[in-house]
């Protein structure tokens, strides 16, 4: 087994040193208006693309899987995955100067860990100490990295050129996925993959309204993640006008 606690006390280092050079005191992004979607017609075939694997594999597996597997099994999974996702989450943390809440989140996966049998079970959660996420993406918004371009991501659907920079520093962030021995590695991927189609299955009728019931799944789908990620960094769009809506869709 590999020590996991030296990875991470290196990892600290390493991302003390970035945070330092990166001003992590400085101010946090400034608020974005409607959306900079320059690559509209790759994404727009992208997204076509993802929408066909979802209704060809995606969206029958997660039927399958939601309806085969009981609930509290599929909940046991999720709960794995979550907790296998936490060094990275402290990671974050740390790095926007959050350490009550790195804190918090570093006892809660000690206790699911041991007690909660390597984090299947959440007595964390039973004594008041609830996951809150983060991740890099947020990091860099806070660090004043402005969101990007949006893309849509083969297979990982709607993000942006910020979160998608985001998504590959966390893979690096975490000692659990990124230095795991075989065939230790391959547990981190499997669990998150049984986690998402989870989650595809509780929100298909969201998932499906967005994808398969709107004039423009692209646009639709483009209007629903920026406003629920900007909802999450705490981001309220400067309305300006009162008849100008930043997130107007148009495409109705």
Known sequence: ???????????????FVCAIVFNIAACTAPTPKGFVDPYEEQNRAVHAANRDLDKDLVKPLAGA?????????RQGVGNFASNLNLPSVVMNDILQLRILRAFSNTTRFAI?????LGGILDPAG????????????????IWGVPEGNYVELPFLGPSTERDMIGMVVDVFTNPLTFKAPSPEKYLGPVVKGLSKLDSRYR??????SILYESADSYAQARLFYLQSRRFKLGQTADQGDDNDDPYADPYE
């Open 203 to 208: 929100f298909a009728d969201t998932i499906d």
């Open 1 to 15: 087994m590999f020590n996991t606690s030296n990875l991470m006390v290196k990892s600290i280092r390493v991302f």
């Open 112 to 116: 699911n860990t041991t007690v909660g």
């Open 126 to 141: 039973a004594m008041g100490l609830h996951e809150d996420p983060t991740d890099f993406g947020e990091t860099l918004h």
């Open 65 to 73: 899987y939601g309806n085969g597997v009981p609930g509290p099994i």
